[in-house]
């Protein structure tokens, strides 16, 4: 019997009531009666254990949603955080991103793109300036969008909100946006500074970084178009004089200064389609357009006028400076580039010859091709050899004759040429003297002389040398200022140096060469006048010029022991320098009667072979007293 049902039957019949002693139709009900207790019992646990389940899924159910709802959660953050990333990578990059719809109207665009161009569009071909391709990118457009094109690649100049012109490269490609609606995305790269950079090395490819105007490759490249186009004009060659003085002497900033106002001068004097040019260092070219041998010489005056100038100098001076010109016509002297530069260069130089700041017109039938370009070979061979410091100093001694002690040392220039073989001056100074060159010769010889002497004195204190100095140095350069820097420069007391000027048939400009002379005394440096006696030598010089020493002529002292006339010039000419003040000096000294003969007509010194040739070296006293046979005393 059922727990439940025993026990209620207890709480009615009595605790003692015995079960057994039901009628068995009592025992029937209550057996049906447990049963159906057995059958709720059993309803009741399945109940109870399916609700169990119910509520054990409905947790897991729970737990699952609350899950994915964090998870939903996380995942929109990350999408928002990516998607403030892109915008922030799409606007730090340095490029111009623009998205546009099916319909070209603008969706988004960067940083980049609205920060420089400072407009707002809402078109997308408003972006780009019209022109002759915009149709082409309006169809290749459609192409994008219809998958018919991948991509699209434009370079187009925009400009800025500060109107400067960019210069874009654009990529146009298809893209879909969330919806799956297509995209046109187009990004440009700024190349305005690459560009601007391939500008500034095209334009220093073809110009003059100082002057601003051409260079050798676009004269060249001018002149080769002209000649090919079979026009008329004229080739013009400029030639700056003594530009290496005036930057030795004054600086380079000086020096580029001048070149700077040649270059305005040719600017200004030109017209638009003449072509100007700075070939080197101190060399111009003009290519004029449609001029012929009438009207030449009136555009020639003219640039002769204008590039004939002078600048002022920071202390106030004036620095006057002057051209040669050179002009060859085309097609008359030459169809050829080669041969037009060869007569133009050869006329500069015959220009140079008739004197400063000249022009002269090649002319094949009275120009002199051959001797032309013998004097060009020769400037070039000169021009080499200084530039490649193939020069050396022979010194030789000139002895004082009374007491056979070293007076001092004449420095005597040699030429090395290409094979290594000594070159003597007379084969190239008055070439030099000629052509304009001297005065880079001179200079050269006197930076040596002062190296020379900054380094011989320490042990040989009375050690003196002279210079020969042209007289085109001192008429054109400015002597006394570079005497002043060297001798600064190498601490050489100024009077271990004596200027010997040579060449006086040079002078023509007695004056100024007189002027620079007084001022090279005032500075404390002895002065000598060489070859006295012959060619242009006067006695007038002998009374103006602050000289120290005169040197007479070589072919005096030669035949002196022969010739009573010889003697009776030496004689009155010593007598007359003593007079003056001044000491003379004989060359070409060649035995020791002539030495005694020139003491009693009353020289003071003697230079020569017999005494001591020209060496490289400085000869000491006990070599010339060898030489002069004295080896004894
Ligand atoms: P100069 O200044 O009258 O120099 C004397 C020349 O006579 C030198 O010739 C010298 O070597 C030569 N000589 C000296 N004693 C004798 C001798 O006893 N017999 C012979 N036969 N010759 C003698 P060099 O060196 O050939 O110079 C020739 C000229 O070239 C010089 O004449 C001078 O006018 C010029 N020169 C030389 N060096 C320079 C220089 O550095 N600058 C300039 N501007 N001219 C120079
Ligand atoms: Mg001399
Ligand atoms: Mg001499």
Redesign the pocket.
């Known amino acids: 019997m059922h727990k439940l049902l025993a026990r209620q039957l207890k709480k009615s019949f009595g605790k003692n009531c015995d079960f057994n002693t039901f009628s068995d139709e009592l025992d029937g009900l209550f057996e049906s009666i447990s049963d159906a207790y057995e059958d709720y019992d059993h309803d009741r646990k399945i109940l109870e254990l399916t609700l169990e389940k119910n509520s054990y899924e409905l947790t897991t159910a729970n737990r699952l949603i609350s899950d994915q709802n964090d998870s939903l959660i996380h995942q929109l953050k990350t999408l928002s955080r990516s998607r403030a990333f892109l915008t922030r990578l799409i606007d730090s990059v340095h490029m111009f991103i623009v998205t546009s719809n099916a319909n070209l109207e603008v969706i988004t665009v960067n940083k980049k793109f609205s920060g420089s161009l400072n407009k707002t569009y809402h078109h997308f071909l408003d972006i780009f300036p019209e022109n002759d391709l915009t149709e082409k990118f309006r169809g290749e457009l459609q192409s994008l969008l219809s998958n018919k094109l991948e991509v699209i690649h434009n370079d187009m100049e925009l400009k800025d909100s500060l109107n400067n012109v960019l210069y874009i490269s654009w990529s146009h490609t298809l893209v879909e946006d969330e919806q799956g609606n297509p995209i046109i995305l187009s990004i440009g790269s700024d190349l305005t500074k690459r560009k601007e950079a391939e500008d500034a090395l095209h334009w220093l490819a073809h110009h003059d970084p100082l002057t601003l105007i051409g260079n050798r490759r676009s004269f060249q490249y001018s002149l080769q178009h002209m000649l090919s186009s079979n026009s008329q004009g004229a080739l013009v060659f400029i030639d700056v004089n003594h530009f290496k003085q005036i930057n030795d002497f004054y600086g380079h900033s000086v020096g580029d200064l001048v070149l700077i106002n040649i270059a305005n001068a040719l600017k200004k004097v030109t017209r638009s389609n003449d072509v100007i040019s700075r070939l080197s260092g101190d060399e111009f070219t003009v290519i004029l357009c449609r001029v012929n041998s009438e009207v030449i010489s009136l555009v020639l005056d003219k640039l002769v006028t204008a590039l004939n100038s002078h600048i002022i100098l920071e202390d106030g001076s004036k620095l006057e400076y002057s051209v040669s010109i050179g002009v060859s016509l085309f097609p008359e002297h030459a169809h050829q580039q080669e041969q037009l530069i060869i007569n133009a260069d050869l006329a500069m130089y015959k220009a140079k010859k008739k004197g400063l700041g000249r022009w002269h017109l090649f002319s094949p039938e009275t120009d002199d091709f051959s001797s032309l370009q013998t004097d060009n070979l020769q400037m070039r061979s000169i021009k080499n050899a200084l530039e490649e410091n193939r020069y050396q100093?022979?010194y030789?001694p000139i002895l004082k004759l009374q007491d056979k002690t070293i007076s001092h040392y004449?420095?005597?220039?040699?030429q090395i040429d290409e094979n290594g073989n000594l070159v003597?001056?007379?084969s190239f100074?008055p070439a030099a003297?000629r052509m304009g060159l001297?005065q880079d010769?001179?200079e050269w010889?006197l930076e040596h002389v002062l190296k020379c002497l900054a380094r011989e004195l320490p042990s040989r204190p009375e050690l003196v040398i002279t210079?020969?100095?042209?007289a085109p140095?001192l008429q054109e350069g400015d002597l006394p200022r570079l005497l002043v820097k060297l001798l600064e420069k190498y601490q050489v007391p100024c009077n271990h140096l004596i200027i010997?000027l040579?060449?006086t048939a040079y002078i023509d400009n007695f004056e100024e060469v007189l002027r620079n002379l007084t001022e090279i005394d005032a500075l404390g440096v002895r002065i000598a006048l060489?070859?006295f006696g012959v060619g242009f030598s006067s006695f007038s010089y002998l009374k103006r010029m602050p000289l120290s020493y005169v040197?007479l002529?070589?072919s005096y002292v030669?035949t002196l022991l022969q010739s009573h006339e010889d003697q009776v010039f030496v004689e009155s000419l010593s007598n007359m320098v003593q007079a003056f003040g001044m000491k003379t000096i004989a060359?070409?000294?060649?035995d020791q009667a002539t030495c005694n003969r020139l003491l009693e007509l009353g020289v003071t010194y003697g230079?020569?072979?017999?005494i001591g040739?020209?060496q490289p070296y400085l000869a000491t006293i006990d070599e010339v007293r060898k030489n002069i046979g004295m080896c004894e005393q």
């Not at 004449?410 to 040699?414: P, S, V």
């Not at 060359?587 to 060649?590: A, K, Q, R």
């Not at 230079?607 to 017999?610: D, I, K």
């Open positions: 100093l022979n030789q004449e420095a005597l220039i040699r003597y001056p007379g100074i003297e001297i010769i001179d010889v210079v020969n100095i042209s140095t010997e040579t060449e060489d070859d040197k002529d070589g030669k060359e070409f000294v060649g230079q020569g072979y017999f040739k020209p």
